[in-house]
C-alpha cells in the first residue's frame, strides 16, 4: 500500500522585507507631505540596539504633530508594513513612531529644544 503524500501547508504571505533605505524614503516623504520642519536623519548603525536610524522632525503645533504621526502610522501600514505603533499622538508634544528599523521623533519646537536629541546623538555639531 502506497502512503499519502504529506498535505503542503499553505505558505502565508509574509511582509515585504524592503531595504532600510526605501522605509528612511518613505518616512522622509510622508514628513515632507506633511510640511513637518527641521527634519533631521540620524544614523545608529552599531549605535544603538533598537534601531539602525532615527528622524527627528518638529510639528507647528500639538495638532501638526499628531497628524503627521497618524498620517505617518497609515502611509507604512497601506505600504505594506503592517501596523506601526504610534506612541503621544493624542498630547502632540512628542510623539513616536516605531517602523522597526527607523524610529521617528516628531515635536513642538519648544518640546524639541528642552530633550535635544540630536545633542544626545552628537548630530551636526551641536552639544
Known amino acids: 500500500m ?3 503524500a504529506p498535505a503542503k ?6 511582509r515585504k522585507a524592503v531595504p532600510q533605505s526605501e522605509l528612511l524614503t518613505r518616512i522622509l516623504a510622508s514628513l515632507d507631505d506633511d510640511k513637518a520642519e527641521n527634519i533631521v536623519t540620524v544614523n545608529l548603525e552599531g ?3 533598537l534601531c539602525d536610524a532615527a528622524v527627528i522632525a518638529s510639528g507647528r503645533s500639538s495638532r501638526h ?7 505617518l502610522g ?3 501600514k497601506e505600504a505594506g508594513y503592517g501596523t506601526r505603533p504610534v506612541s503621544g499622538a493624542t498630547q502632540g508634544d512628542w510623539a513616536l513612531v516605531d517602523a522597526g528599523d ?13 530633550y535635544d536629541l540630536e545633542g544626545m546623538w552628537s548630530v551636526g555639531g551641536r552639544k
Open 65 to 71: 504633530v499628531a497628524a503627521m504621526a497618524e498620517h
Open 9 to 14: 501547508k499553505k505558505a502565508t504571505p509574509a
Open 74 to 76: 497609515r502611509r507604512l
Open 47 to 49: 549605535r544603538s540596539a
Open 2 to 4: 502506497k502512503k499519502a
Open 102 to 114: 527607523v524610529i521617528v521623533h516628531l515635536f513642538r519646537p519648544e518640546v524639541r529644544d528642552y
